[in-house]
């Protein structure tokens, strides 16, 4: 297939820009700094004021040295662009501060809910949140006993207690919730926009690249690197449309898979026989369960897998193989994108299949204006030599006028060729001399770029210029076409005098009864049409030899002298 001008992408990946992430870095090194400040500001109130602080239970002050310390190693190296560790640290630190208190510290375990929600993973969130329930439930239960036996004035005091405490678990629950499913969402339209811009990119390939070997190879290629796919491969339904034909497959697997004329037929029980046959895409969620996919030998790792048409028009000609090493890998915007790609990919067929037929037809073309040139170099060719030999019996029929020459007045026939004629007409250009007074032009009589024969002109040296030369030449221009005019004219009154005179003869035969007048008839009327100086005519064969040669010699044949025919 012809190739036009390639385009190249640039096959570095899309960069990513996550910023749920970028948010959590962020509160990681605020609930860093603010747990500093706020245990700083603990510690110098428990220095100065020894009995504790109204409002909350006292640390040790060396539980307090401990946290301040790990929570400044935790915000340095968040500032150093870490995450995973500090997250954990500052949550575990923030966890442990608020189960070891001595006494209930809602504010410390608000903020060790918060950092947890946001900051890790649900797995580590319940555990820790789990933990602060127990501690929370604890004090809850301990602060019931103290406040034993219930009266009216405690009962409101011990609900307010256990209630906010339940509600800071519930806060906890609700907002991991809520953080992770932004987190989904945000996810979900960034890779959407992934999918979005690696489709874009292969449509610009496919517009790039016009010989489809190569499309194939560059757009599976990119699908495979921007999407991040375990494996990518293109086949195209044969011309009996039975065969679904692996054209194009990513990876030294590819290779072996094309070697080896991989294909798989159309309706059969596979994703390609499917989606070729059915003309929408077909899934595989699972291929360990599903029965559809066709398990290869060399393709070990496919967990899942999603084959999308190749469409031309209302015409499946192919069809798109993704298939990925994860299970349930491919989701409704995952098909939407390929699906964009595999239109792409049968527009770009459609276009190469046109761009063949027209370089076909543009070949097709040239070959037949080759073969009219050839034809038409052939005709004139012919012609050529038509006139030349025609001109060339013409010169050679006696009686017939070769050349005239002017003298003085008087107009001489004569077939002498001057020196300036012979240059003219051999070498089939002009000539031009001068000497003294008198200057001579010559040109030659050319019919269909053969020479025929020349003109000669004899004038004054002042007359004889080039402006002289160029008359002469437009004069033996059409002297030749008049030349050809006339002899054809005159072969064409020849032929039909000898038409006329053979269906004269004819004519007379129909009133001779005998052998001998046919035979004296003919020879007569041949004489004298021909001017020839005798004749024979002879019936029978070579056995019957004539010794006489004259008369009627008695053994079938007649012959006559010169003034027979002459008469």
Known sequence: MAALKTSEIPAAPIPREDLLAQLRQQLLRLISLVSIIVMSLTLLLSIVLPSGLPFASPLPIVVLIIAILLNSIWLYLSLRGQYTIPAFGLSITLAAIAIIAQQPVVNASLLVVFTISILLPTPAFLVILAAIGAKLTFESITHVQANLPLTSNNAADIYIFISLRLLLLLAGLGIHYLVR????????????????????????????????????????????????????????????????????????????????????????????????????????????????????????????????????????????????????????????????????????????QQYEEQ???????RELLAESENKAREIERLNAELTRSSWENYARIEGKTRGVTLQGNQLVETTEWTDALKVAGAEGRPVLQRSGERGVIAVPLKLRGEVIGAIEVEADAGAANEDAVDMVEAVAQRLAISLENARLYEESREATAQEQFINTLSARYQSITTVDELLRLTLIELGQTLGAYSGAIRLGGALFDDTDGLGDTGNGGVSTNHGALAR
């Open 181 to 352: 499913r932004a987190e989904s969402i945000v996810t979900q339209s960034e890779r959407n926009s992934i999918l979005l811009r690696a489709a874009s990119e292969v449509g610009q390939a496919s517009t790039g690249l016009s010989d489809l070997n190569s499309l194939f190879n560059r757009v599976i290629t990119l699908v495979q690197e921007r999407f991040g796919y375990y494996h990518v491969q293109v086949f195209i339904v044969n011309s009996t449309g039975d065969q679904a034909v692996l054209q194009a497959s990513t990876g030294e697997i590819g290779k072996r898979l094309l070697a080896r004329r991989h294909q798989l037929a159309v309706g059969s029980q596979s994703l390609i026989g499917q989606v070729t046959m059915r003309a929408e895409p077909v899934i595989a969620k699972d291929t360990d369960r599903d029965e559809m996919h066709f398990r290869n030998e060399l393709l070990v790792n496919t967990r899942s897998e999603v084959a999308v048409p190749i469409r031309d028009g209302a015409v499946v000609v192919g069809a798109l193989d993704v298939q990925s090493d994860k299970a349930n890998a491919f989701d409704a915007t995952d098909i939407q994108a390929l699906q964009l790609v595999a239109d792409f990919l049968g527009a770009a067929i459609r276009n190469s």
């Open 359 to 365: 370089a076909k037809i543009a070949r097709q073309n």
